[in-house]
């Protein structure tokens, strides 16, 4: 059974740093494509970022410049650096994996204090 667990959100003045982490369970050779997505409570879940099987990545123009989303060589954990983070960017950050089907992690929140 695939599960997605992910860890790293927190309270962080503006300005400053924080690294996701989002471990999945499972056969990874299934896997097309990782992602991150945030979600404000009313709106709409949005794409951060994603990294494709073959590692090709995509980003928000919201982020670019500022997040980089890698993973590990076993391809099983994905990870999300932001920097120069600012309130807007408050939100609970959710991982997504795409292949065989797709799944959802249960979501970690993200606070960035002016």
């Known amino acids: 059974q695939v599960q997605l667990v992910e860890s790293g959100g927190g309270l962080v003045q503006a300005g400053g740093s924080l690294r996701l982490s989002c471990e999945t369970s499972?056969?990874?050779?299934?896997?097309?494509?990782m992602g991150w997505y945030r979600q404000i409570p009313g709106k709409q879940r949005e794409m951060v970022a994603s990294?494709?099987?073959?590692?090709?990545?995509n980003y928000a123009d919201s982020v670019k410049g500022r997040f980089t989303i890698s993973r590990n060589n076993a391809q099983n954990t994905v990870y999300l650096q932001m920097n120069s983070l600012e309130p807007e960017d408050t939100a609970v950050y959710y991982c997504?994996?795409?292949?065989?089907?797709?799944?959802w992690g249960q979501g970690t929140q993200v606070t960035v204090s002016s």
């Open positions: 997504k994996r795409v292949g065989p089907y797709v799944y």
């Open positions: 499972g056969s990874t050779s299934s896997i097309s494509a």
């Open positions: 990294i494709y099987k073959s590692g090709t990545v």
